[in-house]
């Protein structure tokens, strides 16, 4: 009842800005106008997707807290972001953060970076519904398509209606309810250990459950550092070019206020992810001390769904459904959203129809919105098979540091160097491909010899594939723009 109860306000609240709604300029931005601390919220509600609540327990219950240190480079990456992407951003007054690629590069630039992101979207809305399925699978006793043809359609709803808007609004309210949820949870686990909290740090300490892994120098493994990068160079390229983000920095009423919203978000995650993965660790010592109660063989990221239905008292059950459910719908419904956003901006206005009037244009971002809610939904419904022996956590970092193809170092290359034209940023993006292709592709590839497969973890695909693109950019541009000696004259 709890659940029913907030799904239907919160799409009853998203619908209720249809009015304000009504023109592109509402739609993608929201007039300019949201206070910076709503903002900034919605950017955390971004961050906190069911990924987070359902993933990172599973994780740190099947292994340790290794994934955490991604959190850890979130401060470095937030004040390069407010202090060079927000002025940045606002000073341009675009709505879509691919429009400055175009003018540095061409347009080439601009229609790769937007299929990036676009790509990484979908796979993302997919992954988050796929994990919302898992955890009401067993209250609802539906089939998990069902769960996630639901989740889409309501979603889709209240996004169509009203616009960035209502997905900023809503997600300050499924912010508050994640939050409250996970505390929730998390005083439950550490309360209804049989011998009291001390048993949980012991049985976890006993197991190295708090471990954030190996601080060696290996760049095949997991380690520490391989993470931390992995985690700058993500969080770098979602502060500074992508279109999630930078769409919210614009629906701030001034700059100040865009900055406060950034810290916030980014800094406001950091703790809440540390509870979700206390939350997996306590997890793993609850069931370790009733081994009796967890069925045998069920997945990692199964066990806390299964908790939620079965371990809480009667009251917590419907709270925390919810919570996990604010996690999807704050997430999703700002990748309709930004995906919708683009699709006018960078694609049917600028290559199809360059003087399409404001009627057409609120027709297909209409059209577009409920176009990537069907995809995504498509997208779960795949996920199911392809995450079923590995943790979704790990497939999402996969496909989205693939997916994310370089953007950042293409971005970067625009930044850092003057003379880099459109023609070295391209052989630089092509050869920054290369190298993701190469990465994704060659440890699975049956009959490449060995010496010739990538022996460097997945984590670092889009730390070296954006790399690639600012060095060999910055290459062809020296060679561009040096000077030729003159040809020495013919013998007579």
Known sequence: MVLLLYVAGVVALGCCFVRRSGSTEQFMAAGRSLPGWAVGLSIFGTYVSSISFLALPGKAYAANWNPFVFSLSLPLAAWVGVRFFVPYYRRLGQISAYDALERRFGPWARLYAVACYLLTQVVRVGAIMFLVALALERLLQWDPTLIVLATGALVTLYTLLGGIEAVIWTDVVQSVVLAAGAFACAALLLFGMPEGPGQLFAIAAKGAKFSLGSFGPSLTDATFWVVLVYGLFMNLNNFGIDQSYVQRYLTARSEREAKKSLWLGALLYIPISALFFFIGTALFAYYTARPGLLPEGLQADRVFPHFIVDGLPEGFTGLLLAAIFAAAMS?????????????????????????????????????????????????????????????????????????????????????????????????????????????????????????????????????????????????????AGRPRRPRAEPPL
């Open 331 to 479: 997430s999703v419904d700002s990748s309709l959203n930004c995906s919708a956003t683009l699709c006018l901006t960078d694609i049917y206005r600028r290559h199809l129809r360059p003087g399409a009037g404001e009627r057409e244009s609120m027709r297909v971002l209409r059209v577009t919105t409920v176009l990537w809610g069907v995809l995504g939904t498509a997208i779960a419904l795949a996920l199911a098979i392809l995450a079923a022996n590995e943790s979704t956590l790990d497939l999402w970092w996969k496909l989205s540091g693939i997916f994310s193809g370089g953007m950042l170092g293409l971005f970067l290359l625009g930044l850092l160097s003057r003379g880099a034209g459109s023609a070295a940023a391209l052989a630089g993006t092509v050869c920054g491909i290369a190298v993701i292709l190469w990465m994704t592709l060659s440890p699975g590839w049956e009959g490449l010899s060995p010496a010739l497969r990538s022996p460097f973890h997945g984590f670092l695909i889009p730390a070296f594939g954006a790399v690639a693109i600012v060095l060999v950019g910055f290459l062809a541009a020296w060679l």
